[in-house]
């Protein structure tokens, strides 16, 4: 494993590591009747799905073109599986749906925007 994807991959495992503690913080001690069981599951979900494309755009690093496309495809791929996730979910459970809508945002807000970070690293040290 290269560099660049292990310090990622500390900083996935990282932002994972604050959203459990934040997570059992406010579903433990402020709001514990709000707490949904799929929770864990969506960390799990979304550090997946993020490690799966973060892979593939970081395998295409050397071709700028490569990189921009394959950067693309996993932005719609992604969006179409988180809106899978989001429409299956509040279909079964829509009593659950505020605190639902609110930690999918606060995890793709998180993973996306530690994903980008590192990606804008790579994409530096590229060459077009």
Do not use: D
Request: aromatic share 16%.
């Amino acid at each position: 494993m290269n560099r660049e994807f292990t310090l990622f991959l500390i900083r996935i495992l990282s932002a994972t590591a604050v959203l459990t503690v934040l997570g059992w913080i406010l579903f433990t001690f402020i709001v514990p009747e709000m707490y949904l069981h799929i929770l864990p599951w969506m960390l799990v979900f979304f550090l997946t799905v993020t490690l799966l494309t973060y892979f593939l755009q970081h395998s295409a690093k050397k071709n700028m073109r490569r990189f921009t496309h394959i950067s693309m495809i996993a932005s719609v791929l992604r969006f179409i599986i988180y809106s899978t996730f989001a429409f299956i979910y509040l279909y079964l459970r829509p009593e659950n749906a505020v605190v639902f809508v609110v930690s999918l945002a606060v995890c793709y807000i998180v993973y996306t925007v530690t994903e980008v970070c590192c990606l804008s690293k790579v994409k530096n040290n590229t060459k077009t």
